[in-house]
């Protein structure tokens, strides 16, 4: 007898939790879990970028970036009967993450839509979760060439890609900064590498000659034994495949045992991050993004001036790209809805309209999504940091 009331006792505990759990979920309170309180449909959209670790302030950028759009968007949605809800994801930077990300995500029917990722690395697995259940992705930072040649129907991003983005650097570090032996270092990511090749290649081509080339890992902090190859090989020029983390430890230590070349690296290094790690050996370096200044348009001031006022903290190079994603994501939804009779239609008809949009004008970017998810209108900007202090002197911008 005393074992079956200790049986029952947790039975009935068991039965109160499990009453707890549902009455605390994420979801709503209608049936299909997809509705509000008020009676509006609930469509979730989320983030994934690194909220923790070394790329954080970019990550960051993105979501809030992502959340000041929706949150503008909410009012026209609420009016066509759906109520918007951002839920955030920290990939951590790190792809193991980002795919059991992926799968939590797409588990939950109410989400229409990813805005992410930072890292190609993480972007390139996770995609493939949200192909599997079709929900689209619009990434405001990938740039590895793989992210959109695999013919992915769900993945976009309004960014150029590696092999339009190394190539100018190329250009610019041959040809205006006449460098003739160059050291390419990268961080082994499929970002990294991507980049490093594609800029090795076209550098190759137009004359330079490659005199060194070494992979270092992401967490490294000293860098003695690539710096010490940079003094073996007596480059004029040294190129850096990689983010901001490494790159701006990478700076330092070269500085610090005298070398005193130019440094040149991708959109990964373009961040306030850099300064904050080189401080004053950041000067003289150059860097290729595929982020313009968010304040070279009057809508973009508007964006930078009410981040600013929402989130008290100034926008970095993605924060707007988190925006204007964040906007592409919204107009190919609520094309989707207004197509099928002011209903939401099921995931594979939004990721269709998704990639259909055409024409989109944020508040930074022109965006027209061709058929494999690329923005033909996507552009590589020219940096150089002339002094400690973020953003850098904007030299020039090269289009497709």
Known sequence: ?????????????VLALGLLAACSSDGDSSSDGNGASDGAKVIKIATQSPLSGGSSILGE?????????????????????????LVPYDDQADPKKGVSNAEQLTADEAIYGVVGHLNSGVAIPSSVVYERFNVPMISPANTAVEVTDRGLKTVNRIVARD???????????VKTLGAKKIFVVQDKTAYGTGLADAFKEAAEELGAEIVGEEGITIGEKDFNGVVNQFLSKKPDLI????????????IKQSREKGIDV?????????SSGLVDIAGETVVDTFITSVAGDSNATEAGKKFTADYKA???KDAESYSVYG????????????NAIKANGNKLPDKAKVAEAVRGVKDYKGALTDVSLDDKGDNVNAKVFLYKFTEASYPPVLEGEVSQ
């Open 1 to 13: 007898m005393k074992i079956k009331k200790t049986l029952s006792v947790l039975l009935s505990s």
């Open 61 to 85: 950028a993105i979501r809030l970036g992502a959340q000041l759009k929706l949150e503008e968007e909410q009012a026209k949605f609420e009016e066509m009967g759906f109520k918007l809800q």
């Open 163 to 173: 092999d339009f983005q190394g190539p100018a650097g190329a250009e610019y570090a």
């Open 239 to 250: 190129y850096f495949g990689g983010m901001y983390s490494e790159g701006g430890l990478i």
């Open 262 to 270: 130019p440094f040149m690296g991708g959109d990964g290094m373009d």
């Open 310 to 312: 929402k989130f008290n």
């Open 323 to 334: 925006y204007d994603s964040m906007g592409v994501l919204l107009q190919g939804i609520e």
